[in-house]
């Protein structure tokens, strides 16, 4: 075989239908946030980012960074081992103690990513349990579909946010039979709540465990940004809690929150927890302090609702159509991978506003969208310039302006 022709004809494809990703080098200066410097052939420039997940700037809040350079000082940078084999510090855990006082629950588990996080415990959740099925809405991030199919549980899809569509399929299996229902508290690429009441009145009508994934809500939703199911007061019917330390909290890392016996087990079968190293204690501990203070964020929070409402307003008066949502994620619609890539190209090189297309399979094909994210550190002049120059934008590319689109009535 030729591999390298292999994997040379396989980009090239790619290319063609235009979904193909180039990284732009942005270096996040502190103090400078939302405004980045953008390093191009050699060049930089400032930028302004509309893409960021790093939804609280905790990343660069002072007291968090000199927390991480303190336990740097202290114990080095590495954490040296599994959590195992040497790698297990006072910080680990006192940041997971810190997790399960934040959903209130027993416990929690700490991760490298939300993402192995979720690959790896549903896996080894559904893997152990005879006859499992599970039931999983059809945008569920990528690291859940993962974990699903890697456990080699039978599985259903059920329509998104659909809970008649859930019934029908929870209602079809044997009520005998362990279920697990997985979805997320808020869809990343939508900004739209999942129904999660329902969710967990069915959960207990058919007997189903439920895993939640809130990576998008912490920090930023419910009583001291502890999550949507903390903010409906059903915490403690889900089974178990996903979040991440890398977007609110600004760090990196992901975590599970759930009973004791539950966290016990997974920490002692799952082999992405066993068989990898512990994050950086620095990392730990600076999560421990960023919770901390975003537990008291509600200035933050508020300004984050006022920002975007300002800025779907804002949208709605140029008929730049999006999807309607009361989060701090703004979807606007630009059908066709090519088209959404130009737009992104233009809005960078001609104004200085750096968003990411998104597309296929980040988002199913034909749903291509620059999905905007808005942060306190972003000023009204920031939003109403950001207005201007995407309509501008729209002009010069003579792209078809339409209504909001209220994608709820998807379900
Ligand atoms: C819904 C969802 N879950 C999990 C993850 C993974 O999070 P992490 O970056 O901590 O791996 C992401 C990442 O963007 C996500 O959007």
Not at 216 to 231: M, Q
Not at 317 to 326: A, G, K, L, R, T
Request: proline content about 4%; charged content about 25%; overall charge negative.
């Amino acid at each position: 075989m030729d591999y390298n022709n292999f994997f040379k004809s396989k980009l090239d494809n790619l290319k063609d239908e235009g979904l193909y990703r180039t990284f732009r080098e942005i270096d996040r200066h502190q103090n400078l946030f939302p405004k980045a410097l953008e390093y191009n052939e050699g060049h930089n420039r400032e930028v302004e980012i509309w893409c960021s997940n790093d939804y609280l700037n905790m990343s660069q809040h002072p007291e968090v960074m000199q927390t991480c350079i303190d336990v740097i000082s202290e114990l080095g940078t590495g954490s040296g081992g599994t959590r195992n084999i040497s790698g297990t510090s006072s910080y680990h855990v006192g940041l997971e103690k810190c997790l399960a006082e934040l959903h209130n629950k027993d416990r929690a588990l700490v991760f490298p990513s939300a993402y192995t996080a979720n690959q790896s415990t549903i896996s080894i959740l559904c893997k152990n349990i005879d006859d499992i099925e599970i039931f999983s809405d059809e945008l569920n991030h990528a690291s859940l579909i993962e974990g699903i199919r890697n456990s080699g549980a039978k599985y259903h899809i059920f329509k998104h946010n659909n809970i008649d569509d859930l019934e029908k399929k929870l209602n079809d299996c044997d009520i005998e039979k362990p279920k697990l229902i997985v979805c997320e508290s808020i869809y990343s690429m939508e900004g739209i709540r999942s129904p999660l009441k329902e969710i967990v009145r069915l959960a207990k009508k058919y007997n189903s465990l439920t895993y939640l994934d809130e990576v998008h809500s912490v920090g930023l939703y419910g009583p001291s940004g502890s999550g949507i199911a903390a903010e409906l007061g059903i915490d403690r019917d889900i089974d178990i809690i996903n979040g991440t330390l890398s977007k609110s909290f600004g760090q990196m890392g992901g975590y599970i929150a759930a009973n004791a016996d539950l966290i016990d087990y997974i920490r002692s079968f799952a082999p992405g927890f066993i068989f990898t190293s512990s994050i950086n204690p620095s990392v730990a501990a600076a999560s421990i302090k960023s919770i901390e203070i975003s537990k008291v964020a509600e200035t933050l929070r508020l300004k984050i609702r006022e920002n975007s409402s300002i800025i779907r307003e804002g949208l709605r008066s140029v008929n730049i159509p999006f999807i309607d949502n009361e989060s701090h994620i703004v979807p606007i619609l630009v059908k066709g991978p090519l088209e959404c890539k130009q737009i992104s190209k233009l809005l960078l090189d001609d104004f200085g506003i750096y968003i990411q297309p998104v597309f296929y399979p980040t988002v199913p094909k034909g749903e291509e969208r620059l999905r905007v994210t808005i942060t306190p550190k972003h000023s009204k002049a920031d939003i109403d310039n950001f207005i201007s120059c995407i309509n501008e934008a729209w002009n010069i590319l003579n792209f078809e302006r339409a209504e909001s689109k209220n994608l709820n009535s998807r379900a």
